[in-house]
């Protein structure tokens, strides 16, 4: 029997959906694996395959048709969820794509906080991704932390229907994650995290401008909140251990 090689990113994602989904649909699928690997796997009935780019689209064709999945696949050019009509897809996968990008793609689409369940992957700006969701009243249900090729990505589980935070965001928390407290990977990516900041405030050490100060002084706070949930970790990690 055919199969899939996702690899331990995509594999993340997949595991993500639910047992008996409807209709999933993969934004940005690029060479269809997603989608072709659960179908392979029952665990989905039917797919949309969607890609901005004529070349991706082919590529996840070409997928479908290795291994028989042309008519369990719908296969549509165009950006973002416009391809979708709302409550079409029960299970909406946007993966591979830098936070911002993801966030622009879910603002387009507002009918996405009505009942889809969504599984994110950003490759970078997490931070702003987690941000927009709470401010725009998305609820993260889950998240999780996957390493591939030496790189950590998270995965957020979302759905809609969550009132925004009257305080706002916490910078801390949108910088380290909502949910990863028991996260076997939390304590690198709190480290990665922390790394990227301290490179942030520096460049701005010499800043004159009192707005670029502010920033820079607000990254070092959020550093130390990453240290100390670092370190909770640890000791928390160690008692279990």
């Given at each position: 029997m055919?199969?899939v090689?996702l690899?331990p990113?995509?594999?993340?994602i997949?595991?993500l959906?639910?047992?008996?989904c409807?209709v999933?649909?993969?934004i940005?699928?690029?060479?269809?694996?997603?989608?072709?690997?659960?179908?392979?796997?029952?665990?989905?009935?039917r797919?949309?395959?969607?890609?901005?780019?004529?070349?991706?689209?082919?590529?996840?064709?070409?997928?479908?048709?290795?291994?028989g999945?042309?008519?369990?696949?719908d296969?549509?050019?165009?950006?973002?969820?416009?391809?979708?009509?709302p409550g079409?897809a029960?299970v909406?996968?946007?993966?591979?794509?830098?936070?911002?990008?993801i966030?622009?793609?879910?603002?387009?689409?507002?009918?996405?906080?009505?009942?889809?369940l969504?599984?994110?992957?950003?490759m970078?700006?997490a931070?702003?991704?987690?941000?927009w969701?709470?401010?725009?009243?998305?609820?993260?249900?889950?998240?999780r932390?996957?390493?591939d090729?030496?790189?950590?990505?998270p995965?957020?589980?979302?759905q809609?229907?969550?009132?925004?935070?009257?305080?706002?965001?916490?910078?801390?928390?949108a910088?380290?994650?909502?949910?990863?407290?028991?996260?076997?990977?939390?304590?690198?990516?709190l480290?990665?995290?922390?790394l990227r900041?301290r490179?942030?405030?520096?460049g701005l050490?010499?800043?004159r401008?009192?707005a670029?100060a502010?920033?820079r002084?607000?990254?070092?706070?959020?550093?130390?909140?990453l240290?100390?949930?670092?370190?909770e970790?640890?000791?928390?990690?160690?008692?279990?251990?």
């Amino acid at each position: 029997m055919e199969s899939v090689d996702l690899g331990p990113r995509l594999r993340a994602i997949a595991s993500l959906a639910p047992e008996n989904c409807r209709v999933l649909a993969d934004i940005g699928t690029d060479h269809g694996y997603i989608p072709a690997a659960l179908l392979l796997e029952g665990r989905i009935q039917r797919a949309v395959a969607a890609d901005v780019g004529r070349e991706p689209l082919e590529h996840a064709r070409r997928t479908a048709a290795r291994l028989g999945l042309e008519d369990q696949i719908d296969f549509r050019l165009g950006d973002g969820l416009s391809v979708l009509e709302p409550g079409e897809a029960d299970v909406i996968v946007i993966a591979g794509m830098g936070g911002d990008t993801i966030s622009g793609i879910l603002e387009a689409a507002p009918w996405s906080r009505d009942g889809a369940l969504l599984l994110l992957q950003p490759m970078s700006r997490a931070e702003t991704l987690r941000r927009w969701l709470l401010e725009r009243g998305y609820a993260v249900l889950a998240e999780r932390l996957v390493q591939d090729k030496g790189t950590l990505y998270p995965i957020l589980t979302v759905q809609g229907g969550q009132t925004p935070p009257a305080g706002g965001v916490c910078e801390a928390d949108a910088w380290g994650g909502f949910l990863l407290k028991r996260d076997p990977l939390w304590g690198l990516y709190l480290e990665d995290r922390i790394l990227r900041l301290r490179r942030a405030a520096s460049g701005l050490t010499r800043a004159r401008d009192p707005a670029l100060a502010w920033r820079r002084q607000s990254f070092l706070d959020i550093i130390d909140e990453l240290e100390k949930r670092k370190g909770e970790w640890q000791s928390a990690k160690g008692a279990r251990d």
